[in-house]
């Protein structure tokens, strides 16, 4: 069975401190691993797939790297805007329409 | 452009009532998702729509029946709510040349 787990559940950081969120997935052919971003009320919003071992996605302080059997979202000097919880997803390639989400890392940037 | 848009946003209802959430996208979408999303756990996917004219079950379609009443539109109905469907149900479109997923703002439904 595919699963995705990801850790921590929850994370407070100071402005400026940099940190990796986690998430760890069991899937019999990764065929892409998503990165979301959800804002309270609101729906989750695209930032990075990941497709192979190695590969590494970067977008401003945010930094996606992905291994076979986990991904990383590195957060470089944080800001209070990045407090989000931050959402992770794989795609099997023998269930091409259902992506399996994790539960996701509440982040917190506090000033 | 509006992306994905969902109505209504917040809808209560009692047990045995029905209803359907309806969404809609402006991208030229072929696939249409619905998901529920439960406190502590991930996005569940309930049904999809690979394309118009076709829908399929998910994770967790038990209670729920879809319509993909044309390629710009997918509804999620409820036949006879129970309390275990409070939820927030989120719609979501992907293009064909793509694996990336666009999401509504969500539907908050409570069942009492």
């Known amino acids: 069975e595919d699963q995705v787990t990801q850790s921590p559940e929850a994370l407070r950081l100071q402005e400026g401190e940099s940190s990796s969120l986690n998430c760890s997935y069991t899937v019999s052919g990764l065929r892409g691993l998503f990165w979301y971003r959800q804002d309270p009320g609101k729906g989750p919003e695209f930032l990075f797939t990941l497709y192979s071992a190695g590969e590494e996605k970067e977008k401003e302080r945010l930094k996606a790297t992905l291994t076979k059997k986990e991904s990383f979202l590195h957060i470089t000097a944080p800001k209070p805007e990045d407090s989000a919880t931050y959402l992770c997803?794989?795609?099997?390639?023998?269930?091409?329409?259902?992506?399996?989400f994790g539960p996701g890392t509440r982040l917190s940037v506090l000033p | 452009n509006a992306g994905v848009t969902q109505t209504p946003k917040f809808q209560v209802l009692k047990t045995g009532q029905s209803m359907t959430l309806q969404c809609a996208q402006d991208?030229?979408?072929?696939?249409m998702y619905w998901y529920r999303q439960d406190p502590g756990m991930g996005l569940r996917l309930i049904y999809y729509?690979?394309?118009?004219?076709?829908?399929d079950k998910g994770e967790v379609p038990n209670g729920y029946n879809v319509s993909r009443l044309n390629k710009r539109e997918f509804s999620l109905r409820l036949e006879s709510a129970a309390p275990s469907q409070t939820s927030v149900y989120f719609c979501?479109?992907?293009?064909?040349?793509?694996?990336?997923?666009?999401f509504g703002p969500g539907t908050r439904l409570t069942v009492l």
């Open positions: 997803a794989v795609q099997a390639r023998n269930y091409g329409q259902n992506f399996v």
């Open positions: 729509s690979a394309s118009e004219g076709t829908t």
């Open positions: 991208m030229n979408h072929n696939s």
């Open positions: 979501a479109s992907r293009g064909q040349n793509t694996d990336t997923q666009y």
